[in-house]
């Protein structure tokens, strides 16, 4: 055994030596990542102590706070608010996995059947641009466009749809839909992207042979593009789901109001809420937590299902 891994080791510091410049470079990439990734992950003992800053500074407050266990989270789990916020944030991803899954799907299949290149780059110019604006502008577009006198409510009227304007940022009915809309308007142009470099990764042969035995293009779509993009969906699906609960935080507060919050009170405003506004700093901790080990159970999860399905997965 110690014969065997001697050789073993002695090829591994052979290959660091001959990488050594690599492995610098990855350096800095480690240091952030252990300050701002790994790091930042001593505050979840916050989740299981009963913090008050009032006691001094930070770490004898937060060293010295009374140990409450699991408590925090049996008051999430038992409060009113529970079942709002779970329906809210869980109606709301589901949404936007369906819309937003699917449209840059079909954008770079449709983009990948035009042949005139200038009109090709305006498109996908143009869909991604939305993703470089921040979510401060586009809620105000999304504001302006759903007002009383805005196009939306102009455009109904205009085709007999509706005699009044709609309130539709006042009606919590609406909301699911107005957050979905914005969050594939915003990232679809950019997620597009993803799966044009999987496309122009296709052996062009494929097509070459296709279109001796006779297929169209929408065959072609249909029985060489989408199989060989199937990796990809499910890296990405993969992805999706496990931010299933990571809905965001900046659209919702942006978007909802006291009159809409029935439908837009989801995990991210919710811990905010009680954390920043009203001082509750264990409780956010605990909530934010149990959103975390929910989407990592969702990601092994689903990763192992891919990965026997089809084998595909992330890791």
Sequence with gaps: MKASAQPS???LTKKVVKQRYLYLMLVPGLIWAILFSYGPML???MAFVDYQPSLG?????????????????SYFFAGNDFYLVMRNTLVSSILTILIGFIVPILIALSLNEVRNM????VIQ??????YFISWVIAANIFVTLLSADGVINELLKLLGLTKESVLFLQEGKYFWGIV???NTWKEMGYSSIIYLAAIASINPELYEA???DGATRARQMIHITLPMLKPTIVILLILAVGNILNTGFDQYYLLGNSLNREYSDVIDTYSFRYG????????ASAVGLFKSVVAFILVLGVNSAARRMNNNSLF
């Design 57 to 73: 500074k930070f770490w004898s407050s937060f060293l010295g706070s009374k140990f409450v266990g699991f408590d925090w989270f």
């Design 125 to 130: 110019t143009v869909s991604y641009m939305p």
């Design 118 to 121: 200038a009109f090709k780059r």
């Design 9 to 11: 080791q002695n090829k």
């Design 43 to 45: 505050g979840l003992y």
């Design 180 to 182: 979905a809309s914005a």
């Design 276 to 283: 920043i506004q009203n001082g509750m700093f264990s409780y």
């Design 210 to 212: 296709a279109k001796v």
